[in-house]
Structure formats: structure tokens, C-alpha cells
């Protein structure tokens, strides 16, 4: 499980996990497959329910805001949940998470040179421009002095269009299917621009490419570490406390990459 998936998972659980929800079977044959919570052994509802208490309590009530945001944060970065909408999920959590998102971005990813682009002074007049302090009045203009109308002249207007953040490109993309490959989805990205070989080429965002790598390389959960910590303990034993840490670290590096 990558820790983009934390929330949504814990989320659905929760949902699924109420009292007047019904049990599915998926072993039993279609049709059979709902037990409507009259007919779930009250064992089976004491469980669920101290399943639940737990679920709530480790990820809403007793959850640090700090790993709170992180969860929040690295949901968003997975297109799959890049809308923050997914079961359970509140509009107003929704608002928080984007919002803390687009600060995260902003203070520790955004390139300074896009700063300096949105925050660049409008251009300095023309020296022809400004020779005259006083400019004349327009309607003092003859007819044939007057600069004709882009339109009438068919030359089209300049419009500027704002320059666009990586984050601002990201939450307008549409949200991906379940099933699409995440790194390889930001792989793609990871260039302002890229081949793809279905359309022929895909917009880059390659500075949320890097926070994404960042954030969803982090570890979803802590069992990785307490397996190292257990196998440390069967290795480095009373039979092997001589055993120096260069030699126990070399034994848990092979150990760990041929398992």
C-alpha cells in the first residue's frame, strides 16, 4: 500500500465498517453475496464496531496534524485521488487539504523564476511614448492620424494569458481511472515536455514532478521497520553478542534484499 492510498482506504473502511451497513460476502454465490445487518452474528457486529472505534480513533480523533497533512498532501499528488473525492471525504476537509497543498507548493516548490515572472512590473514606455509629457487629445487626432482597429485591420489581438503554476496545470487535469500506474504517471510528467504514445506528446509538470516524488516515496506505514528491528533481534542474540555493527548491518542488508 503506497501512502497516497492511506486516506482513502481508511475512509471507505470506516464507511463500510457502520452499523447499518450489511456485510459483503464475496464467496457466496450473486445474490447472496449482502447479509443485511439483522442477520450479522452479534460477535461479528462487536468486532466490526471495535475495528471501527480504532480506525477512527488512530486516523480522525487522535491523528497529529502533522501527519494529517501529510496524508492529505500525498492523496492529492496521486491522480487518482487528485480531486480529494473520494468516500467520506467532508467539503470542508476537501478545502483544507487543496489549500494546504497549494501552500506546500507554493513556499517550498514553486520556481523562483515563475515568482519573479507573476511578480514582474509592467514594461517601461517607449522614449517616443514619453517625449511628451502632455500626450494630445484623441479627439484631436485627424481621422487619418488615429491608429486603425486591430479588427478593422485584421491583425488579431494580443491578449496576455497568465502563466500557469505546475499546481494550477495538475488540478485542472481530469482524475485518473484506478489502476493507472502512479510513478510511471509521474515518470511521464517528470519533463516540460514529453512523448506519449497516444496522443504524441504530454504536457510536463516537472516541478510538482519532484514534490511528487518526494512525498509518495515516503513509506505508508511503519511495518518495514519493525520487521528490520525483529530480524535484528533474531540475528544479534546472546549466542552473537560479539558481533560488531558494521558486520550485523552487512547481514541485514543481505538478508533484506534476498527475501
Partial sequence: MTISSVLPMVYRLLAELQASRS???PWKPIGQQWLAPAHIRPAVKAARSAFRDDLHDRYVTKMSEVRKAELAISTLLDPH?????????????RDWAINLFKSEFEVNW?????????????????QAASSSSTPAPTSALGIFDRPM?????????VVAVPIQSDLEKYLLLPQEPLGTDVLAWWKKRDHALSADSDS????????LAHMARQWLGCPATSAGVERLFSKAGS????????????????SLIATANTE
Wanted: glycine share 10%.
Fill in 110 to 126: 514553486q520556481p523562483a523564476e515563475a515568482e519573479a515572472a507573476e511578480a514582474a512590473p509592467a514594461p517601461a514606455p517607449t
Fill in 235 to 250: 540475528m544479534h542474540h546472546d549466542l552473537k553478542g560479539s558481533m560488531e555493527d558494521g558486520s550485523l548491518e552487512h
Fill in 149 to 157: 482597429d486591430p479588427a478593422d485591420a485584421g491583425v488579431p489581438e
Fill in 23 to 25: 456485510l459483503y460476502l
Fill in 81 to 93: 485521488y487528485k480531486d480529494y473525492s473520494f468516500t467520506g471525504a467532508l467539503s470542508a476537509e
Fill in 200 to 207: 504524441g506528446r504530454t504536457e510536463g509538470l516537472p516541478h
